[in-house]
Every structure is written in C-alpha cells, then in structure tokens.
Nanobody
Framework: QVQFVESGGNLVQPGGSLRLSCAASGSIISIYAVGWYRQAPGKRRELVASITSGGRTNYKDSVKGRFTISRDNAKNTVYLQMNSLKPEDTAVYYC???????????WGQGTQVTVSS
C-alpha cells in the first residue's frame, strides 16, 4: 500500500509561483499514472494534472500552460510546478493515482495553496 505525503503549499500573491512535492512511502514505478488533485472549499475534488510512467502528461484546461507535473521514480516523488497562480487556484492539493487508470490509494493530508493579495 502506497501512502502519499504532500508538501510545498503556502500563501502566495496572484501571479506568483509554488512547487509542490509528493513523496510516496513505496515505489511509484508500478503506478502507471500519478496525478495531482485539488479540492476548493465547497467543491468536489478534481484532477488537475497527471503523468504516466513514460512521461506523458495531461492537464485540466484551466491550468494548461501554467502548471507542470513531473515525476522522479528513483526518489518516489511527484512534483507540481505552479506558475502565474490565480485566486481560483486556491485549494488543498493532493496526489494519488490517476483514477482513470487504476484504483485510488488512501488520501494523504494534502497541502494548502492560497492565492491572495
């Protein structure tokens, strides 16, 4: 059973950048696609970016061109570089297997991203 620990969230001004990290307790090599999800207050959790073991990426339209997902299988870590942040990016961010390719693992605690002036 893989467990995920997210970090890197913070309060940032609009237009700013953050880099989130997701450290897995076990090997992520066996996970075909890993994704970053977010959940804003009062809204459902949504998938914003995912990356396959081969490096193919997919993004939610609203973050395309601003967010970049990457994975380091040797370090069992997945990253999310977020640039040009907007207030609507405010949410708790989580990582997990991409639900479109497999069953979800247990959710971690997530990391809070707040975009505000």
């Amino acid at each position: 059973q893989v467990q995920f620990v997210e970090s890197g969230g913070n309060l940032v001004q609009p237009g700013g950048s953050l880099r989130l990290s997701c450290a897995a307790s076990g090997s992520i090599i066996s996970i075909y696609a890993v994704g970053w999800y977010r959940q804003a207050p009062g809204k459902r959790r949504e998938l914003v970016a995912s990356i396959t073991s081969g490096g193919r990426t997919n993004y939610k339209d609203s973050v395309k061109g601003r967010f970049t997902i990457s994975r380091d299988n040797a370090k069992n870590t997945v990253y999310l570089q977020m640039n040009s942040l907007k207030p609507e990016d405010t949410a708790v961010y989580y990582c997990n297997e991409d639900y479109q390719y497999g069953n979800l693992y247990s959710w971690g605690q997530g990391t809070q991203v707040t975009v505000s002036s």
